[in-house]
């Protein structure tokens, strides 16, 4: 059938025919008090959206979904344990490992011992700062660099601690070093996920990622280091809002490309997704494992290319082989048997999700630009502006969710009776606030659930 002749075959239909027509079926409602929502970040979703909503044409974002893999996240205490954990994960159908290292005294040989690190992508997360500590683990990926990725983030680290490892001219020269030393792996990571954990909106998350990234180019450039082939590395969590999750990493990837030709970077970034804490929850636990499902499809479908997910029961239990097993299942199910990895640029050509990312992109803009004109993101976190933002942003979605109007089943609505959690505990599932003294007031990772569950569990 020929596909021109298709479409000629049926009039196209005007946007005030259609808004006639929903106008009709309304009988008499008013269109936009209606049809027309806001979102927290100020944007106001249309009931349908045609070709002219577009300011240009199409936005360009390489949204490739045939290239995205499956990774596993292992906390590292202990290196045979985690090696163990590791190879069974690669068996089980895993094709990216992402290992967050707790202290310098784990051994690179044995948490890779076995492992094909030629053919396996793997992501290293530290908690700590050691110069030498990277170039022993250096000596024993040499032969595979450019598939290694060390998710170095001294200001990360900084946001979420309030403090530096050591002080703001150790870490960076330390930084300086590791850079120089791993000058053909892919170093430099953003670690947005905490922002959104935190309760940022959208265009706060995108606007904190590029003026924290830009930080960094800053840096470089001072110090001569900065490279047209510098790859940086995005860590975003994705929420349950299905369509603008999606919009916001092909926002990030949009912005990123706008701010490095400023740099003179051209290279596109590596985006690292996981689903939000934010929105999990202990009582009728098994509710995550649907949230979850819907937050990796978001992340696929925006273009990420490493995506690993957060297992149901990961808020309260300890790590388990059965959680493992299931939470990789869900990616394996997405990618083997609902084709997730045959198309690609998948949500490239709808006109909401292209009218969406341009308007997060837009909007994330004119903070990073307030940002900048505050001498950058660094001031603006030691004059405590960007915690502010969050809080006040957090403070909001809270309001929502206690008056049940941002809903999480089993939580704050639709709740079982018959649920008792007290006993199952491992692990606490709530914020905690180290009273210590910091440079910065820290920024802090807290779901939306937690004061009603400490109410239940104290009337358990």
Sequence with gaps: MNKEKLFTDFPSVSRQAWK????ADLKGEDYNETLIWESPEGIKVKPFYMADDLDASPISSPTTGSDWLIGQHIIVTDGAEANLRAKKAIKGGVESLIFTLVHPNLKPKEILKGIDI???????????????????????TDSSKGNIYFHIDILGNFCRTGNWFTDFESDHSALAEILNKAENTPTLSIDV??????????????AYAIGHATEYLNFLNKKKLLRSDLKVCFKMAVDGNYF???????????LWKTLAVEFGIHTDCHILACPSKRNKTIYDYNVNLLRT?????SAILGGADTVYNLSYDAIYH???????????????ILKSESYFDKIANPSDGSYYIEVLTQQLADKALVIFKQIEQGDGFLKQLKA??????????????QIRFDAGDEVLVGSNKYLSEM????????????AKNDPRKTIIEPILEIRLSESSEKIRLDHE
């Design 384 to 397: 405590h502006n960007i915690q502010r933002k969050i809080k006040e942003s957090a403070l909001k979605q």
């Design 193 to 206: 996920s905490l922002y959104q954990n935190a309760g940022a909106n959208r265009t706060q998350q995108l």
């Design 118 to 140: 030629n053919t396996i992508p793997l992501h290293f997360q530290f908690q700590f700062l050691s110069v030498a500590y990277i170039k022993d683990l250096l000596s024993y």
């Design 318 to 332: 300890e790590n388990n082989e059965f959680a493992d097993r299931i939470s990789r299942n869900q990616l394996l």
């Design 244 to 254: 603008f999750e999606i919009a916001k990493l092909r926002a990030l990837r949009l």
């Design 419 to 430: 649920d008792k959690m007290k006993q199952e505990l491992q692990r606490n599932p709530f």
């Design 293 to 297: 499902t819907t937050e990796c499809m």
């Design 20 to 23: 006639q027509k929903i106008q």
